[in-house]
């Protein structure tokens, strides 16, 4: 299994090689982590400091300067067997594109390298990361992906227009992340999963990425079945609206919070939340593709080889992830703060709940830059939270969150 | 001292009146900074400074930041704000001046302009816990006390709080940003990326910024490589045991080497130190004559008025021998390919990359400077620094030299505490002094 | 008409009665550990004082952070909103509250009509609240009480950290130890509350009257090292410290009105 730590950083390539990936999502930072990382990171970054299992392969992108460090640890202290360094840029732009692509095919051939002599599975599975049966399992697996990341997006509308609790919206991302990584081996009983065209159309029987595929696109599925058939149709009665904002964010527990205290949640902006569900990688088939035998990807002129040959479907990766909505640790000017302003006029919401775990730098200053944008400039109010990823919520952030309410409420007239 | 016959009332009017004005300098140094005569006047007193007992070399590295300062704040050149490690030969090169604010940050932590600076920083809902290097530098933007920027340029390497903080003040002062995307690992591809944006923004900024053009590059990597030749010269030098430097003071000048690459200035301030340096090893005349234990600082120092380094050169007679951040990591700049050449010279910071990198300088300065102890300044908020402490320490201590993390703060004095500061130095040096046998 | 406002502090329980919006009794009791039965004994005092029956109350309601443990209440409000109002009805021209609690410390921008605009709290770190003087105080064996004077005697403020309790306390017995008399120390940890407190302030923005409520606004030391930093005046009413209660109180006499005039019109 691959556990990647930035949304940045495409699963489809570990998926596309055979392996079950997910987003690393840690329950808190394990009792050992100071040990290798100062107490002054935050605390995702600390729970990366661990001991793996044997079978966890680890790719950490050079998301800020701690997580950086924390790969250096993890490698330094040979905590988990491999671990292996995307370097995401931190712009987009054609330049950014190419040496982008360039990362996302070492990374490949790292990960196929290591496949291949350890345990045959890139031998079995694909021939070379530039060869057709890697790029037709690619195609494949990106297409699974396109339609789960549209699957989740569909959830977390129907959650904003009150169908479901945030919570059980964020519960269920990572019910379909945990399906990804391997994990939920139980589902493999369910019979809906055998009926799942997804996952195993093109990556052929016996492969766990497909199975995996195919268990995240099972309960996603099940998951909203469920829903229809509880539901009544009607949205629930529903406090003052706030989106919610952050850097990871990869927990239920804030969202609870927020919804305990009588707010709405009108959107997710975060690692798994909007920011990674709207990503469409291109993968539509042309004529060329056909020609050589093989699936592939066409996305843009200028990613496509010379004369009009096969596109690099690591270029069509690098370029479709490096747009996707900015997260905190992009350079991508006033983006952030008009994306945020756009979607919560879209969504009603009457104010923004910006959630940081404590010490992370790219949400102090996202935070403080967003604060003057979004919410002086525009007036729209603005809550600070800052936590520890991973523990219990302390009962100052319920006041502060409560107080919000109260503050929104009062601004509203329904005080 | 000689008074020319002035009457001692009148000596006694003008000391008070001199008093005053200094003290209305430092309250408001804001308005002085943007004062023609002020620099007139600072430049007419450098050689009074000699004649009171200034080393040459440090009134060449005045005569060198008052040059600067004098074309930044009166605008008489185009200021370009870089975060550390942009190489400044690139914009000595256009013409422009660099502006470093986290290194003027630095420099305003002796006085109250950083306590002003870092209170316009919270104003802005930035937080406490984030590197105050960056908070002070951006606070002083905010707060006015930083000249204009003409543009900003960053680089994607080595501190986020570096470029985060300058992407702030580009919207602040309505100026282009433009950020230089470094590759992790080197690689001819890497290089030529790189290269590629250093002339993009090159060109971008002759075309955008009236006054600036690229005829100077040549210039300014000529003169990056005659101050590198005689800083090689020091750096050597320093090698002496005793050390002929105080390390407190080099720690000072660890701004200039950030800041001045390209700059006519540092050639001869460093020329200047190097004499000094040769003087004092003749003479044998050392700063701490006999020096009990050699350090390598690593990270920067508290730049406000402290007594660690007084207990440290004095108490414990422990030099630090070098720092981290004077290690000169990159080679001559090659003036026929001069954007590749900068390219290579920022790829090359041995704070980029894997750690290894790092661990393999520090190696070699433990070597070369025949160091006893390291000394890691935990500056607080520093993640790239900070986070390969625990690493550095199973390294060093595999080779048997003695490891510190002195936790600390270089700008805001009120996040540290000098008392637990000592009482760990003072035990780090026990612990070496136990290892020679007392 | 007779309304209760119950402020359950980490330290002090105040509780305030209202005759329509008359204060006509307050107290103020140590919380200990049992909450609820501090709440129901600073009511009893309060009903007791104006001969009120506590079942006489039209409305009752709680704040401070043991909000949800007091019994009966007609809604729990957030001390925040709470001292707002407060605050805003003892000194009108408030735009700004400083509240300075035991555990916590906050700063809340009024807008025009009074209502909360903006708010920020401090983090986990103690120092900036009462909870750092006390332990200075202890350290110091000065007792809080005499900070205001003892501040106004010092000459120079000795430089102590602002950012932690424990860096605080060594400097302070490290300073002690040189030989340093309190009278500086005690103005340099006014100046450390004050500096995180200024800080807060200028997040929300400065302008307009401001005010200190809770139990450090009577330590003068601090009020008068803020007005230093923020080059203003800061009044502290004298009933600061019950400005949370006051609040709830105010809020607990908005309620039983709303009720009363439904009522009233409902026969119609």
């Avoid at chain 1, 195993?200 to 696109?217: K, M, T, V």
């Avoid at chain 3, 906050?106 to 009074?114: A, F, M, N, P, Y």
Wanted: hydrophobic fraction near 45%; proline fraction near 5%; charge should be neutral.
């Amino acid at each position: 299994m691959v556990l990647v730590s930035c949304g940045y950083v495409p699963l489809e390539i570990p998926l596309a090689l055979g392996m079950p990936a997910k987003r690393a999502v840690f329950w808190g930072p394990g009792p050992s982590c100071e040990a290798y990382l100062p107490r002054d990171f935050c605390s995702y970054a600390k729970a990366f400091a661990r001991e793996y299992l044997q079978d966890e392969r680890i790719a950490m992108a050079g998301s800020c300067d701690a997580m950086r460090r924390a790969c250096d640890a993890l490698r330094y202290f040979g905590l988990a067997r491999e671990v292996h360094f995307v370097d995401v840029p931190r712009a987009c732009g054609s330049g950014a594109e190419a040496y982008y692509a360039e990362v996302l095919r070492e990374f490949a051939q790292g990960l196929a390298g290591i496949s291949g002599r350890e345990r045959g599975g890139v031998g079995t599975l694909v021939d070379s990361v530039d060869g057709p049966s890697f790029q037709r399992r690619l195609l494949a697996v990106t297409r699974s992906m396109n339609r789960l990341r549209s699957g989740l997006l569909r959830v977390f509308e129907l959650q904003a227009a009150g169908h479901m609790s945030a919570v059980d919206a964020m519960y269920l991302t990572l019910g379909v992340n945990d399906a990804l990584g391997g994990e939920l081996k139980g589902d493999l009983e369910d019979p809906r999963i055998a009926a799942q065209p997804d996952g195993r159309r093109g990556l052929g029987d016996g492969d766990e990425a497909a199975r995996a595929l195919a268990r995240a696109a099972a309960v996603l599925e099940r998951t909203m079945h469920r829903a229809d058939a509880t539901g009544d149709g009607r949205a629930r009665d529903q406090g003052v609206r706030v989106g919610v904002s952050g850097t990871c964010l990869l927990e239920p527990a804030l969202l609870g919070v927020l919804e305990d205290a009588g707010l709405a949640v009108a959107f997710v902006d975060s690692c798994l939340g909007s920011r990674s569900f709207g990503l469409e990688v291109p993968v539509d088939a042309g004529p060329h593709e056909t020609e050589n035998g093989a699936d592939g990807a066409r996305a843009c002129a200028d990613a496509d080889g010379p004369g009009g040959a096969r596109p690099d479907p690591f270029r069509v990766l690098a370029r479709a992830y490096l747009s996707k909505p900015a997260c905190p640790r992009m350079f991508a000017g006033d983006a952030r703060a008009r994306r945020l302003w756009a979607l919560a006029r879209s969504s009603g919401a009457q104010g923004i709940v910006y959630f940081a775990p404590k010490f992370c730098d790219h949400a102090y200053y996202d935070f403080a830059e967003l604060k003057g944008q979004v919410g002086e400039g525009e007036g729209l109010p603005m809550l600070f939270l800052e936590g520890d990823y991973g523990s219990a919520i302390s009962g100052q952030t319920l006041t502060r969150v409560t107080a919000f309410r109260e503050m929104l409420e009062g601004r509203l007239g329904l005080g | 001292m000689m008074h020319l016959g002035i009457p001692s009332r009148l000596r006694r009017t003008a000391r008070r009146a001199a008093g005053r004005a200094a003290r209305w300098a430092v309250a408001r140094p804001e308005v002085l900074l943007r004062r023609r005569w002020a620099y007139q006047v600072a430049s007419a007193a450098l050689p009074l400074l000699e004649l009171r007992g200034a080393k040459a070399y440090q009134v060449a590295a005045i005569r060198c930041v008052l040059s600067d300062f004098a074309d930044a704040y009166l605008g008489r050149r185009p200021c370009i704000f870089t975060s550390a490690f942009v190489p400044t030969e690139l914009v000595y090169g256009l013409g422009g001046v660099p502006f470093l604010p986290e290194a003027a940050a630095g420099l305003a932590a002796a006085s109250d302009l950083a306590a002003r600076s870092l209170s316009a920083c919270e104003a802005l809902w930035y937080s406490p816990d984030l590197c105050s290097f960056h908070r002070a530098g951006l606070g002083g933007a905010a707060a006015g006390l930083l000249p204009r920027p003409s543009a900003v340029i960053v680089t994607s390497h080595l501190c986020d709080g570096g470029k985060r903080s300058l992407f702030h003040i580009s919207r602040l002062a309505g100026c282009p940003f433009y950020m230089l995307g470094v590759p992790y690992v080197p690689s001819d591809r890497a290089t030529r990326w790189l290269a590629s944006q250093i002339e993009q923004v090159a060109g971008d900024l002759a075309r955008r910024v009236p006054g600036l053009s690229l005829e100077g590059l040549a210039q300014a990597l000529r003169r990056s490589n005659e101050a590198l030749a005689e800083y090689e010269r020091v750096s050597a030098l320093r090698r002496n045991v005793p050390a002929p430097w105080r390390g407190s003071e080099a720690l000072n000048y660890v701004l200039l080497f950030l800041w001045s690459w390209g700059s006519p200035g540092l050639s001869p301030f460093y020329r200047a130190l190097r004499l000094h340096l040769e003087r004092t090893i003749a003479a044998g005349d050392f700063p701490i004559r006999e020096e009990r234990h050699r350090l390598l600082w690593l990270n920067l120092r508290p730049y406000y008025d402290t007594g660690v380094f007084k207990y440290l050169e004095g108490d414990c007679a422990s030099s630090v021998a070098f720092e981290e951040y004077s290690f000169a990591y990159w080679p001559s700049l090659d003036l026929r390919d001069p954007f590749a050449s900068l390219a290579e010279k920022m790829m090359s910071n041995f704070g980029w990359g894997p750690i290894e990198r790092r661990l393999e300088a520090i190696a070699r300065l433990v070597d070369e400077y025949s160091i006893d102890g390291v000394v890691q300044f935990a500056q607080w908020g520093c993640r790239q620094s900070n986070g390969g402490a625990a690493i550095l320490a199973t390294e060093l201590k595999e080779k048997g030299i003695p490891f510190l993390n002195l936790d600390g703060d270089g700008v805001d004095a009120r996040c540290g505490s000098e008392a637990q500061a000592i009482t760990r130095l003072g035990a780090f040096i026990e612990l070496l002094g136990a290892r020679r046998g007392g | 008409m007779f309304v209760a406002g119950v402020d359950v502090g980490s330290t002090t329980t105040k509780a305030v009665l209202l005759s329509d919006r008359n204060c006509v009794a307050r107290h103020a009791m140590p919380t200990g550990v049992d909450l609820a039965a501090a709440a129901d004994e600073c009511l009893r005092i309060v009903c007791g004082a104006a001969g009120v029956g506590h079942d006489n109350l039209a409305a009752l309601v709680a704040t401070g952070y043991g909000r949800d443990r007091v019994t009966g209440v007609a809604r729990t409000v957030t001390e925040i909103t709470c001292h707002a109002r407060g605050a805003r009805a003892l000194v009108p021209s408030a735009r700004v509250v400083v509240d300075v609690g035991g555990q916590d410390s906050k700063v809340i921008r009024l807008d025009d009509d009074g209502m909360v605009a903006d708010f920020v709290m401090n983090d986990k770190c103690a120092a900036g609240t009462g909870r750092f003087l006390e332990v200075m105080a202890a350290r110091l064996n000065v007792p809080l009480e005499e900070f205001g004077m003892r501040w106004r005697k010092a000459k120079e403020a000795a430089r102590i950290s602002s950012t932690c309790t424990v860096f605080a306390e060594s400097e302070v017995i490290s300073l002690l130890s040189r030989g340093v008399v309190p009278e500086p120390i005690i103005k340099g940890l006014c100046d450390a509350v004050a500096d995180r407190l200024a800080g807060m302030v200028h997040r929300v923005g400065l302008g307009g009257g401001v005010v200190m409520t809770g139990g450090v606004s009577r330590n003068d030391g601090v009020r008068r090292s803020l007005e230093e930093r923020l080059s203003c005046r800061v009044t502290v009413p004298e009933e600061a410290q019950f400005a949370g209660a006051y609040g709830a109180a105010l809020i607990a006499f908005e309620m039983a009105s709303y009720v009363l005039s439904s009522q009233v019109r409902r026969p119609k």
